[in-house]
């Protein structure tokens, strides 16, 4: 863990205070988190931000909240991953939105100098996860970062951004502690998460009440995350997808580690509770509808992996509009094979 010292206390923005915390050393609290039930200005509020602070607090003093874990542990090992294949060495690396640090127990010191690890639950920063990394916790929030700009080589982010209310100003706060060449690689739920429970309540739901109300949460579609890295300021960019599939005894179970996982729904719109009855017919209905040979129903998690770079001159750059020497008509008539064997 990183000592106490003035080093790193200078990557802060003015209003960080330091305090003594257990199990974390020295850690640095930051302004950054708002407000309970506070969000950015002009955005959309979509969701309850104080209750998920709640909800992901709750997950992190259960008894066991490696039950829960899979998940997590399998995208912050992707994203560990994919940031293996960049062939350089980050000296300072953040990560938003880290819950108990699935990322960085998948790094290691020789890539990465120094991790800050941000979330808005003080509990998940306290039962963090062990890393060889020298690791710093911050309490903050995704749209408020509390650091000075061209700060990091480097900031990941693993299925925290799903819950901001404002993803353009969360993107434009990551592109701006990042230094100039510096990267960003995250990877959020997209929007075909969960299809089969929110079709299951939706059916149940409309036959046992003559409507109804959204029970998961509204995701980012993957065309406008590519216009939204765009806008913050982010070039080189890379976004795909993956799925993944887990399978679930019923639907009560997936609910449940849903809950330990601290992803309940806290959209401002949820419906306060379902009736018994309702419930009964959408776990009826998902194992009607999507139950696999062996008797488990199966939950598709679908995740947007994305790559972002801030600009620096020594970056590759498409040439400018007109400056071709050969035409695309003229492609075809070029025997570049034939030419290269004569070379060879």
């Given at each position: 863990?990183?000592?106490?010292?003035?080093?790193?206390?200078?990557?802060?923005?003015?209003?960080?205070?330091?305090?003594?915390?257990?199990?974390?050393?020295?850690?640095?609290?930051?302004?950054?988190?708002?407000?309970?039930?506070?969000?950015?200005?002009?955005?959309?509020?979509?969701?309850?931000?104080?209750?998920?602070?709640?909800?992901?607090?709750?997950?992190?003093?259960?008894?066991?909240?490696?039950?829960?874990?899979?998940?997590?542990?399998?995208?912050?090992?992707?994203?560990?991953?994919?940031?293996?294949?960049?062939?350089?060495?980050?000296?300072?690396?953040?990560?938003?939105?880290?819950?108990?640090?699935?990322?960085?127990?998948?790094?290691?010191?020789?890539?990465?100098?120094?991790?800050?690890?941000?979330?808005?639950?003080?509990?998940?920063?306290?039962?963090?996860?062990?890393?060889?990394?020298?690791?710093?916790?911050?309490?903050?929030?995704e749209e408020f970062l509390p650091f000075q700009e061209n700060t990091f080589d480097l900031v990941v982010s693993s299925l925290s951004l799903h819950w901001v209310n404002d993803l353009p100003r969360a993107l434009e706060q990551?592109?701006?502690?990042?230094?100039?060449?510096?990267?960003?690689?995250?990877?959020?739920?997209?929007?075909?998460?969960?299809?089969?429970?929110?079709?299951?309540?939706?059916?149940?739901?409309?036959?046992?009440?003559?409507?109804?109300?959204?029970?998961?949460?509204?995701?980012?579609?993957?065309n406008d995350l590519g216009h939204l890295l765009g806008r913050a300021g982010f070039n080189t960019l890379t976004v795909d997808t993956d799925e993944i599939q887990v399978n679930y005894p019923g639907m009560f179970e997936l609910m449940e580690d849903l809950q330990g996982m601290g992803e309940s729904n806290c959209s401002w719109n949820r419906k306060a509770l379902l009736h018994r009855d309702t419930m009964l017919a959408a776990a009826a209905v998902y194992r009607e509808m999507y139950r696999n040979s062996d008797g488990s129903v199966p939950a598709t998690y679908q995740i947007y992996h994305m790559i972002g770079w801030k600009y620096h001159d020594s970056q590759a750059r498409p040439a400018e509009r007109g400056s071709a020497t050969v035409s695309f008509g003229e492609l075809g008539k070029l025997n570049l094979m034939s030419e290269g064997k004569k070379s060879q």
């Open positions: 863990m990183l000592k106490a010292g003035w080093l790193w206390r200078r990557w802060l923005r003015r209003g960080a205070v330091g305090v003594l915390a257990e199990n974390l050393s020295y850690r640095e609290v930051a302004s950054g988190v708002p407000p309970l039930g506070s969000t950015s200005p002009g955005a959309l509020n979509i969701f309850d931000r104080s209750l998920k602070r709640k909800q992901k607090n709750w997950a992190a003093q259960q008894p066991e909240p490696t039950r829960f874990d899979y998940l997590r542990e399998e995208v912050g090992s992707q994203i560990a991953d994919r940031v293996y294949d960049i062939a350089r060495d980050f000296p300072l690396a953040l990560d938003v939105g880290c819950g108990r640090g699935y990322i960085a127990q998948h790094l290691n010191k020789e890539t990465i100098g120094k991790f800050f690890q941000t979330d808005i639950a003080e509990n998940a920063l306290k039962n963090s996860l062990e890393t060889e990394i020298p690791t710093v916790s911050v309490l903050a929030d990551i592109h701006y502690v990042l230094k100039p060449d510096g990267v960003f690689v995250g990877a959020m739920f997209g929007g075909d998460t969960l299809y089969e429970l929110r079709c299951s309540l939706q059916l149940a739901e409309t036959e046992r009440e003559g409507g109804f109300s959204p029970h998961i949460s509204p995701f980012t579609a993957v």
